[in-house]
Structures are given as C-alpha cells and as structure tokens.
C-alpha cells in the first residue's frame, strides 16, 4: 500500500498567511503619490511677487518751462540781497541744481560791469551747497543776489542803479529777463564791482 502524505495543519495556515500579506500588499501599491505634474500646477496657481517698476527721473527745468520774478530783498550793514524767484510754468515736474547766472542792466539795457561770484557771500542763503530741486508744475524755487550798497565799503566806485536783471537758471539753457522798476521795487544799485549768487533752493 502506498502513503498519501499531507502537510501539516500549520504549514497550511502559513501558507495561507503569505498569500494574504501578498493580496493587502497589491491593494496598497494602487495608491501612488502625487505626480510632479500636479505639484507644479498647483504652486503655478499661486500668486507671485512683482517689483515695483522703477520711477521715471524728471529733466531738467528749461528756461520755456520757467518764469523769472522778482521776490524782494534784505539788507544789512552796507549790504544788499535781491531774492528772485523761478517757478515752473508748464504741466510737468523738472529739476533744477547749481548756481544761475546772472547779470543786472542799466537804464540803457547795457549790462553794469560786474564780476559774479558763485557762493561765500554775506548772506546765508549763500554758504551752502547746491542741492537738486524737484519742482512740480507752479512751484518755485528761488535764488539771491547780493551786493555792497556803501560806495564807500565798495572802494569808492561809483553806484549804478539796475534797471533789469537777465538769469540764466543752471542748466537751462537760455536766459530769463525781470524789470526792475515800477511801484513795489526798492533801489537796486550795486557799488562794487562783484555780485554774489547763492545756489537754486526750494522756495
């Protein structure tokens, strides 16, 4: 007679368990991670950060752009400061920076021999340095002029009194032109032979 062996009752359920393990196992690997695809999607839906976009320099002020009055003056022993002012007659902000130039006229429009200086004068609007000025449209900036109202301070020359003055504003270009007569203008008359101008500051 031959022996029909049968495994043991363990190895059975052993056998069985592996089988088990392997199927839950097969289950589990379905569920696969987010693909990279998505990821990017969802951080590109995500708002971004933009920098400010820079902001435009405005030019500088040209002399068609300005318009030249006169502002007033001080004095102070022997000394005189005509203060004038130049304010921005168009639609868009400018700049201005530096010294103006600037020379006053007699009763014949001829200029009176001067020598401009650029700063160190007896007034302190005339000690410091130059600094840039935005000047939006109908703002002013201003500058001063001075200059010695004693002949005898000034070395006995003689006073000429100033019918105008023309100024050119630094940078501008050309040359602006403001009376100085009529009611509400005091005697200017310089008697030396050297004007003082103080740099552009915001009036």
């Known amino acids: 007679m031959h022996q029909v062996l049968h495994p043991p009752a363990r190895s059975v359920l052993g056998a069985a368990a592996v089988v088990g393990a392997l199927a839950i196992g097969a289950c589990g690997s379905s569920q696969s ?10 951080h590109a839906a995500l708002p971004h950060a933009t920098a400010p976009s820079p902001q435009p320099v ?3 002020c040209t002399s068609a752009r300005l318009r030249l009055t ?31 130039g ?9 200029p009176i021999p001067t020598r401009l200086k650029r700063g160190g ?28 109202t004693n002949s005898e301070y000034a070395g006995a020359h003689r006073c000429v009194q100033a019918t105008a003055l023309e100024s050119v504003p630094p940078g501008a270009g050309g040359a602006l032109r403001v009376s100085l007569t009529g009611g509400g203008h005091p005697r200017i008359a310089p008697c030396g032979r050297q004007l003082v101008t103080s740099p552009i500051y915001a009036g």
Do not use: K, W
């Open 33 to 42: 991670p987010p693909s990279s695809t998505t990821t990017a999607a969802h």
């Open 58 to 60: 405005p030019l500088p």
């Open 70 to 100: 006169f502002a007033g003056t001080q004095g102070a022993t022997g000394h005189l400061e005509a203060t004038f002012a130049l304010r921005n007659a168009s639609g868009t902000m400018c700049t201005l920076i530096g010294y103006p």
């Open 121 to 148: 004068g007896f007034f302190p609007d005339t000690i410091g340095s130059p600094r840039r000025v935005l000047l939006a449209p109908s703002a002013s900036v201003r500058f001063g002029l001075s200059f010695v």
């Open 102 to 110: 600037a020379r006053l006229l007699d009763a014949a429009g001829h």
